[in-house]
């Protein structure tokens, strides 16, 4: 028994050692152009945005895990629980990625925002996700401190594109 334990706790060490946050990325992103988009329509229901934001990563989750099981990479590899359940894990951070702004929706009332505030709370939470995610994939695969702060620099620029893009859609 304590050998199963001592293998389970080495394979989600690995797990983790070996862990892509491309989707978290991706999934900030995405989160953040599904803001950018609702934003521009004016006023709108809160739960209507959540829902959105949630749905929209659940289906980007959906079609990243088709992809990977039936696109060109998985066409020679057998399909079976154990890899299906594999790529449903490592695709599950583009799902994971739309939470902390459908939060901030959520808890906007509490802080008496409008809309525009409550959409403006939601992607600034949505683009610190962005950098947040490429920190972690750059501090956990080892990467040097200079790459670190390129990668969190890109994706800050990245995140204020996608700012800009809400600043000229809206005025």
Known sequence: MFKTRRSDHER?????????????????????????????????????????????????????????????????????????LRVCREEWPIFKAAIPPAIAVAVSPMFSLGAQGTVWLALIVAVGGQVGWSLAAAFRSGASTRLVVVSAAVNLVLGVLIIVLKVVLTH
């Open 12 to 84: 989600r060490a690995q797990r983790r050692a070996h862990a892509d946050y491309t989707g978290g990325v991706y999934g900030s992103m995405l989160a953040s152009s599904v803001i950018v988009g609702a934003g521009a329509l004016g006023s709108f229901p809160r739960v209507e945005l959540i829902l959105l934001l949630l749905a929209t990563g659940l289906v980007f989750w959906i079609a990243h895990v088709h992809a990977e099981l039936f696109g060109e990479r998985m066409s020679q590899r057998r399909l079976n629980r154990d890899v299906v």
